[in-house]
């Protein structure tokens, strides 16, 4: 059963919009979630986090909303550029205070995001 | 510059065969993990390691191996290739524990066929 889900498999925004990129998740002992941007051919690099504590975090275009009530988060890349056209993961993980299971994280499928000029 | 560096980029193997994906970094990270990723899914945990010496499975083990004799390599190895091993794989790495939220560095990853 997934616990993290993009429910949009991609998301076309034009040049110099918004894009808001959604996920859910649904273990309530994620604390800490991240976003990885992955271009073809290549791995996946690091984009932003937020920790469970916080319900907004920002990183120049780059802002993530944390709705733990709902539990949702979202990505929102303002403006979007031609660069961004990427494969965007939400990730998340459930602490090491958690006890026991596997270290890493748990991804979601990912949403493609085309930015058109 | 080089992080996670992986082993070959492409392969193809026959149904039956074996072979090690090389992976190594050079930014001194205890723990390292290496993920799968099928067609139009998420990256899945196959195994992990959080120091030299030890390893433990990850969410979808079957079919695979490691060893983590070194702190820079963490090799994976596929014994009697099946069909549904053809994926991409990726190696990773972190300085802590990436439950933790300590950001999760990713080789450029390693295209798999199995025919």
């Known amino acids: 059963d997934q616990q993290v889900k993009q429910n949009s498999p991609s998301l076309s925004v034009q040049e110099g919009r918004i894009s808001i990129l959604n996920c859910d998740y649904t273990n309530s002992m994620f604390d800490y979630f991240l976003w990885y941007k992955k271009y073809p051919a290549e791995g996946p690099t690091f984009l932003i986090s937020?920790?469970?504590?916080?319900d907004k975090n920002e990183d120049g275009r780059f802002t993530v909303f944390l709705n733990k009530s709902a539990k949702h988060l979202s990505l929102h890349i303002v403006p979007s550029q031609p660069g961004d056209s990427a494969v965007y993961f939400c990730a998340a993980s459930d602490g090491v205070y958690s006890g026991g299971g596997a270290d890493g994280l748990t991804f979601g499928k990912g949403t493609h995001l085309i930015i058109q000029p | 510059n080089a992080g996670v560096t992986q082993t070959p980029k492409f392969r193809i193997l026959k149904i039956g065969q074996s072979m090690t994906l090389q992976c190594a970094q050079d930014?001194?990270?205890?723990?390292m993990y290496w993920y799968r990723q099928d067609p139009g899914m998420g990256l899945k945990l196959i195994y992990y390691?959080?120091?030299?010496?030890?390893?433990d499975k990850g969410e979808v083990p079957n079919g695979y191996n490691v060893s983590r004799s070194t702190t820079e390599d963490f090799p994976l190895r596929l014994e009697l290739a099946a069909p549904s091993q053809t994926s991409v794989y990726f190696c990773?790495?972190?300085?802590?524990?990436?439950?933790?939220?300590?950001?999760?560095?990713f080789g450029e990853g390693s295209w798999l066929t199995v025919v």
């Open positions: 930014m001194n990270h205890n723990y």
């Open positions: 990773a790495s972190s300085y802590s524990s990436g439950r933790s939220g300590n950001t999760i560095y």
């Open positions: 937020i920790s469970s504590i916080k």
């Open positions: 390691s959080v120091g030299a010496g030890i390893t």
